[in-house]
């Protein structure tokens, strides 16, 4: 089993930063694709940011230029530096990793969330 950890999150005014940070931990042999998704409440959860194992990333268009996700392999944690915060920003925010198990296997985890709130 796989334990997702998020932390980070907090309440932020309009225009500054935050860096959210998850660690992976349990039977991992390597972490294949990292990614940060949000859900703000009667939205559907969307992808914000993902970086694969080759470290190539990918960005929802609304964040672009303002949120930098990274990795840290030999730590199993991933990143998500969110500058420039709007309040449309505001939403859970989940880790997620597509994870390669010590038996060979891959399996997807959801951390439980971390709330980022972001006041006009």
């Known amino acids: 089993q796989v334990q997702l950890v998020e932390s980070g999150g907090g309440l932020v005014q309009a225009g500054g930063s935050l860096r959210l940070s998850c660690v992976a931990s349990?039977?991992?042999?390597?972490?294949?694709?990292m990614a940060w998704y949000r859900q703000a409440p009667g939205k559907q959860r969307e992808l914000v940011a993902a970086i694969t194992s080759g470290d190539s990333t990918d960005y929802a268009d609304s964040v672009k230029g303002r949120f930098t996700i990274s990795r840290d392999n030999a730590k199993n944690t991933q990143y998500l530096q969110m500058d420039s915060l709007k309040p449309e920003d505001t939403a859970v925010y989940y880790c997620?990793?597509?994870?390669?198990?010590?038996?060979?296997?891959?399996?997807?985890?959801w951390g439980q969330g971390t709330q980022v709130t972001v006041s006009s």
């Open positions: 997620y990793a597509l994870v390669n198990s010590k038996a060979g296997y891959n399996y997807q985890y």
């Open positions: 349990g039977n991992i042999f390597s972490i294949n694709t």
